[in-house]
């Protein structure tokens, strides 16, 4: 079974500050998702990345994916109080349309 | 389009009733999935459909629960008895088979058993 190890799983950041949070996975998937629940919410999508070396960006936030080191990471740049929220990502592990979630990355920013 | 639609949003039972929770995936989507999603436990996969018929249901705790998905547009989940312990959110998300394959995923149904 894939495993998908998401670190840190709580981040407490200033306002205008940087930082990255990591998800490594266990076994070969050529796909990885990036999703944001807020508080009392759903999970929304944010990235979808479909091959190695894929970077996307929306707004603040930057993901990316190294399928040969089963990394992905997602860069937050000059963090806004809005970004709060937990993020999780999933592995697809190409044997069928199950996903393999994190337990997730609490992010809070402080004004 | 909708998006992929739960009910109820909230549901309060008490300990030994029959609970059912409803999903309808976004149209064409042909895998649907459901999720229980709890403080302890984080985000865990129950069971998932294919082309209407279950292709992994070791997700499920035990035989109290079971799930259905009689046509492309609808999906049960049904625990009987409920317990205590069943308190959760319950996510229904749905995929395409083509494309990215993202999964969509519903308001989710707030459980709690008295």
């Known amino acids: 079974e894939l495993k998908v190890e998401q670190n840190p799983l709580f981040l407490s950041m200033q306002e205008g500050k940087n930082y990255t949070i990591y998800c490594n996975y266990s076994t070969t998937s050529d796909r990885l998702y990036w999703y944001r629940q807020d508080p009392g919410k759903s999970l929304e999508s944010l990235f979808v990345l479909l091959s190695n070396g894929a970077v996307k960006q929306e707004g603040r936030l930057m993901a990316s994916l190294d399928t040969k080191a089963r990394l992905s990471t997602l860069h937050i740049t000059a963090a806004v109080h809005d970004l709060s929220a937990t993020y999780f990502c999933a592995a697809d592990p190409n044997t069928g349309n199950q996903f393999y979630f994190g337990t997730g990355t609490s992010l809070t920013v402080i004004p | 389009d909708a998006g992929v639609i739960q009910s109820p949003r909230h549901e309060v039972t008490e300990m030994g009733q029959e609970v059912t929770l409803r999903c309808k995936p976004i149209?064409?989507?042909?895998?649907l999935f459901w999720y229980r999603q709890t403080m302890m436990r984080g985000l865990e996969l129950l069971i998932y459909?294919?082309?209407?018929?279950?292709?992994?249901d070791s997700g499920m705790p035990e035989d109290r629960f079971s799930a259905k998905m009689p046509n492309a547009s609808f999906s049960t989940l049904k625990i009987q008895p409920s317990e205590p312990r069943d308190s959760a959110v319950y996510f229904c998300a749905s995929s395409s088979s083509g494309g990215a394959q993202t999964q969509y995923f519903g308001p989710g149904t707030r459980l709690l058993v008295l």
């Open positions: 149209s064409g989507h042909n895998s």
């Open positions: 459909f294919n082309n209407n018929v279950p292709i992994d």
